[in-house]
């Protein structure tokens, strides 16, 4: 089975590939080759069969014919400009999230029949802004509130029509915020979920812009590949037309993130710190879901962390060589 | 105040263009010129102004620009593929109810600053599908099951963002199945809802293909311009960001259309009705709606009938010039 990811590059994506490089299969069939694409040509993985490596541009026109046409089996469509830029490039996130990803869509439309693949769809939690109930259920109305949010609220619509055309065998997930991000602090508003956590962890300071109350939807980044991975394996049938499922997540308080660094690397660590408040982040994220029932996809087999203290542990795992650094 | 018509030459469209004659008027502001849109030119109506009236295929690069120039003050975007019709050719379902939309939206953000119009779509409420409460609320998410309510829900999303960004002042209808349709029977699957009362009406036969018992949303012709007088009026500002409605309607089964033909027009008319059942059309009226809430779109002083005698008179006074022939 050769595989497409487009999106290769980024967080998620790169420890997706290192999934397969290590399984070598996916839902029980082998890995036969591997083609990772992104906007700068992703490193090359250490995998047992072909790998190409690609720069490309999806929002240019024939570069998704040209991937298309090596005929990939199963797809993996990760790619996308962030909330923040899709807010200030409003041209940029069109093109890129919307554009790009109709014309992979169609690119595999258009392919020379027979060809079914599968493909996969990273959704956002972005989708559903206010107002919004205490626990969101799975039929919840999409009414983002961002321009990313849009983009990707009618990527789940194409998805599902393409799908119920028989285009292509389409499933979409909506993944929570990932923590812990690693890597250096980032601009994005939500960048203090991980930074609270990552940074004390070695020993250094973190700023807290918000009130400990504030609740949001979190899952590890080993939990968004076994989402992934869980999604390419199902099959869709009982999916009917409704072909993006809310993933499974932690709905926790920045008090309970808190606690659980207490809990896992102990006082000294909770002391680095530093409560700054910004009343513009504090705005952003009170907008911000904060819990989901998501039962659907966990009936389909989909599983989260349950607890913050796992999520801290799957960091100092896959992040920091299983061990913690003495706090002095 | 200029007003641009998109889809003029329509039902719906001749019927708003004949009430803005003899209105003169909307909101309280004098119609200064019409500019009246669609992809045959329409007919020039009577009108005490400047009318242009102009061929023009929306999907087309520039065809936008070129309408947008004439900065109108108010634009009602109305033109559409038909449900059928986007079912049966993808590309050029896509390519009218969605490019050609987006390619307007675009014009109208790209325009020369200041300019910020009031802009009316019409939606449909094939944006829902199964499964579905007896009684779909406000807050009913979307899953469209044709390609044509996936391009309707697409564009709600677009509607919403844009004005959010504030490049217009966006509002969406989504209307009911309108009965009666004035004209010849055609073969839309939903045909039958005008012809087993418009035929009859005036003697002639009309075949029902589906059970008594089923059940769906109806308003006039003239309730549809009802509607779309009232979202041109309308201060949007209580919408949020939530931007379209669905609009308010009556919920009726065949059985209680036919007992209204008989009230108004007695046995003789019904004695018209040959049942003939068709699997095919049963199958996809099946799969409507047949009930809606509509409380918001009420609350924000929407109406449409309440009976379907009332249906029935709206269209022997707007239709027959107010007179039932004698059936003998």
Redesign the interface.
Known sequence: MKILVIGAAGMVGRKLVAAFCSRGEVGGRTISALMLVDIIAPDKPDFAGPVTTIAADLSQAGEAEALIAHRPDMIFHLAAIVSGEAEAD?DKGYRVNLDGTRLLFDAI?LARKPYFPKLVFTSSIAVF??PLPDVIGD???????T?YG?QK??CE??L??YS??GFFDGIGIRLPTIVIRPGKPNKAASGFYSSILREPLVGQEAVLPVEESVRHWFASPRAAVGFLLRAAELDTAPLG??RTLTMPGLSASVGEEIEALRRVAGAKAVKLIRREPDATVAKIVAGWPGNFDASRARALGFAAETSFDEIIRVHIEDELEGRLPELS
């Open positions: 409003f439309r802004g206010e039929t919840q109305h999409l009414t983002p509130l321009s849009t609220a009618i619509l194409l599902a029509d119920r055309r037309q409704i």
